[in-house]
T-cell receptor
Framework: AQTVTQSQPEMSVQEAETVTLSCTYD???????LFWYKQPPSRQMILVIR??????QNATENRFSVNFQKAAKSFSLKISDSQLGDAAMYFC??????????????FGKGTRLSVIA | EPEVTQTPSHQVTQMGQEVILRCVPI?????FYWYRQILGQKVEFLVS????????KSEIFDDQFSVERPDGSNFTLKIRSTKLEDSAMYFC???????????????FGEGSRLTVL
């Protein structure tokens, strides 16, 4: 079974600075998706960024980017120019090949990010 | 933008009572999911549903739980006889058919908070 590990329960960053959240995963598959979801105090799960495993290029989405190291099974999230609104719980998630179409997400335990003004 | 909606946002119930949590997935999605998040813990997969039947379920999803798509738009989670440990946030999610231009993303609702007294 696939597992996702987030080794940082809590992180903090100064406003306007850059922070990197770590994520590693374990799988024997070669085709999969990786995601970072944000969960603010409102509790809704919001997709931040996604990465297809077959793509070598790291995904970017405005101030958010990933460092995807497939051989190392590592998928870190970098937040640049941190804003107060970035404060939230961040979950790394894995989803296996979509051939079956209904594979569930496997989540890590999350990293709580605080942004200091 | 289409979204997943869930009702109620918060429900308080007595131990042993039946609870039904409701979800309206995104209209053209084919796969539906329920996840659970006990306060302060990771998001856990409960069940996935496709073509009017359960596709996959976790160990958490025991005989006390059931899912149904009663009318082609709603997707419900029923807990027959609630226990204290069922207190959690329950998230509904949906995804498309995983082919073509699929993003692989699961779209989450805002969650239903269940408190069992």
């Amino acid at each position: 079974a696939q597992t996702v590990t987030q080794s940082q329960p809590e992180m903090s960053v100064q406003e306007a600075e850059t922070v990197t959240l770590s994520c590693t995963y374990d799988t024997s598959e070669s085709d999969y998706y990786l995601f970072w979801y944000k969960q603010p105090p409102s509790r809704q799960m919001i997709l931040v960024i996604r990465q297809e495993a077959y793509k070598q290029q790291n995904a970017t989405e405005n101030r958010f980017s990933v460092n995807f190291q497939k051989a190392a099974k590592s998928f870190s999230l970098k937040i640049s120019d941190s804003q107060l609104g970035d404060a939230a719980m961040y979950f790394c998630a894995y989803r296996t090949s979509l051939n079956s179409g209904n594979t569930p997400l496997v989540f890590g335990k999350g990293t709580r990010l605080s942004v200091i003004a | 933008e289409p979204e997943v909606t869930q009702t109620p946002s918060h429900q308080v119930t007595q131990m042993g009572q039946e609870v039904i949590l409701r979800c309206v997935p995104i209209s053209n999605h084919l796969y539906f999911y329920w996840y659970r998040q006990i306060l302060g813990q990771k998001v856990e997969f409960l069940v996935s549903f496709y073509n009017n039947e359960i596709s996959e379920k976790s160990e958490i999803f025991d005989d006390q739980f059931s899912v149904e798509r009663p009318d082609g738009s709603n997707f419900t989670l029923k807990i027959r006889s609630t226990k204290l440990e069922d207190s959690a946030m329950y998230f509904c999610a949906s995804s498309d058919n995983g082919r073509g231009h699929s993003t692989g993303e699961l779209f989450f609702g805002e969650g239903s908070r269940l408190t069992v007294l």
